[in-house]
């Protein structure tokens, strides 16, 4: 089993920035993507950011949502079980719960497939 926790979370003002962080511990022996999803209030859960293939130089892809490109910078560092979001120039509609997940294979061949329990982006006007 796979447990992630997520920290970085809090209230910042529009143009202010956050950093997530999420550490994995547990039973991985691949990792085959790591990435960052939110839910605004009142709406579904979508991606953030997300990165494939972290433990490979090729084809490793980074793919962020329209809305934050530019602004968020997505880290996976396989070698750490850590990947981070850097947050820039945050704006109101960026408010939410943000939830780390991680995609891989178990040390026994099972494929892994863990989120975090969510931490709150609260940023004001």
């Known amino acids: 089993q796979v447990q992630l926790v997520e920290s970085g979370g809090g209230w910042v003002q529009a143009g202010g920035t956050l950093t997530l962080s999420c550490v994995a511990s547990?039973?991985?022996?691949?990792?085959?993507?790591m990435g960052w999803y939110r839910r605004p209030p009142g709406k579904a859960r979508e991606a953030v950011a997300v990165?494939?293939?972290?433990?490979?130089?090729?084809?490793?892809?980074?793919d962020y949502a329209d809305s934050v490109k530019g602004r968020f910078t997505i880290s996976g560092d396989s070698a750490k079980d850590t990947v981070t979001l850097q947050m820039n120039t945050l704006t109101v509609e960026d408010t939410g719960i943000y939830y780390c997940?991680?995609?891989?294979?178990?040390?026994?061949?099972?494929?892994?497939?863990?989120w975090g329990a969510g931490t709150q982006v609260i940023v004001s006007p």
């Open positions: 990165v494939t293939n972290p433990e490979i130089a090729s084809p490793r892809t980074v």
């Open positions: 997940n991680i995609q891989g294979t178990s040390t026994w061949g099972m494929h892994v497939d863990s």
């Open positions: 547990g039973n991985i022996d691949k990792y085959t993507s």
